[in-house]
């Protein structure tokens, strides 16, 4: 099976296993409410990639703020890269004691594409 079909059954089982008892965002480490549950593809999929995390929206709303998809493919496929880049570990330093449903802005990087 591929194509539509394939992606729909793909990604109603991430979701049904999410659905499974408490997640922790691997980014933040805090527990995500189901409602702010988003998957992030390590490699996005446009460059290939099929490996997903799941994280908090606003994790996931920061990463790609900040980060363009071939700076995501080339320099942080993984989730010790992310949390080692100067911005994401400042976020990551700032929503640490916010509680789990916050939800607020989420401001560009200007120099995105200069990375």
Request: with cysteine; glycine share 6%; hydrophobic share 35%.
């Amino acid at each position: 099976m591929n194509g539509r079909i394939k992606k729909k059954q793909i990604a109603h089982q991430i979701y049904s296993d999410l659905d499974k008892g408490e997640t922790v965002c691997q980014l933040c480490m805090r527990s995500i409410p189901k409602i702010q549950r988003d998957a992030h593809h390590l490699i996005p999929k446009s460059r290939g990639g099929v490996e997903t995390i799941i994280l908090h929206r606003l994790c996931h709303r920061q990463i790609h703020a900040l980060l363009t998809e071939n700076q995501l493919a080339r320099n942080y496929s993984t989730i010790e890269a992310l949390r080692s880049h100067p911005e994401i570990a400042k976020f990551i330093e700032w929503i640490g004691n916010k509680p789990t449903h916050i939800r607020a802005a989420i401001k560009r990087s200007r120099d995105k594409g200069f990375l």
